[in-house]
T-cell receptor
Framework: DSGVTQTPKHLITATGQRVTLRCSPRSGDLSVYWYQQSLDQGLQFLIQYYNGEERAKGNILERFSAQQFPDLHSELNLSSLELGDSALYFC?????????????FGEGSWLTVV | GQNIDQPTEMTATEGAIVQINCTYQTSGFNGLFWYQQHAGEAPTFLSY????GLEEKGRFSSFLSRSKGYSYLLLKELQMKDSASYLC??????????FGAGTRLTVKP
């Protein structure tokens, strides 16, 4: 158990809908990362937050948004969902914002868009 | 871009040694991680290299050459449970971690 908690574990929704994925980082970790992993694809970095502020942005679509709240939990909002958004979405956390801080992954949220 | 290249698939025999290579663009490099990921599960941390050389941790070792933009993960005394994907991840510019597509290792009896 990495200490990173993600909900829901599984989600099935229709195209055009909107979903919110939730992540609670490890106790004491200030950084939260979101990654997308499609079937047979590598981990694609979406976005990083550090202590409530956006720190780095990857290949995140405009239909997607995220935020980190004062209690350090984070949410990833996915809207106008398309079939291609079906993937495993990982949240990860680390103590700091910079290199050398090992990131620990949650178990992921499986999103299926039908 | 920050291309991180790894072989897509490798196969090895139980008890053998396997080396998984990773090459990356060196500009902005700040560190390299190796993660193990079993299918459908979360990646788990294996090793971290920021200086040149070999880091050994039990059956697993990781090597880094910063000037060459090259790393490898060495797995010794392979076990069936080592069948998994191995992800090379590079930190760029101090806070941007990018993952390679992963190497799917199959260990056969």
């Amino acid at each position: 158990d990495s200490g990173v908690t993600q909900t829901p574990k599984h989600l099935i929704t229709a195209t055009g809908q909107r979903v919110t994925l939730r992540c609670s980082p490890r106790s004491g970790d200030l950084s939260v990362y979101w990654y997308q992993q499609s079937l047979d694809q590598g981990l694609q970095f979406l976005i990083q937050y550090y202590n409530g502020e956006e720190r780095a942005k990857g290949n995140i679509l405009e239909r997607f948004s995220a935020q980190q709240f004062p209690d350090l939990h984070s949410e990833l909002n996915l809207s106008s969902l398309e079939l291609g958004d079906s993937a495993l979405y990982f949240c990860a956390s680390s103590a700091g914002a910079s290199s050398g801080n090992t990131i620990y992954f949650g178990e992921g949220s499986w999103l299926t868009v039908v | 871009g920050q291309n991180i290249d790894q072989p897509t698939e490798m196969t090895a025999t139980e008890g053998a040694i396997v080396q998984i290579n990773c090459t990356y663009q060196t500009s902005g490099f700040n560190g390299l991680f190796w993660y193990q990921q079993h299918a459908g599960e979360a990646p788990t941390f294996l090793s971290y290299n920021v200086l040149d050389g070999l880091e050994e941790k039990g059956r697993f070792s990781s090597f880094l050459s910063r000037s060459k933009g090259y790393s490898y993960l060495l797995l010794k005394e392979l076990q069936m449970k080592d069948s998994a994907s191995y992800l090379c991840a590079v930190v760029y510019n101090n806070n941007d971690m990018r993952f390679g597509a992963g190497t799917r290792l199959t260990v056969k009896p």
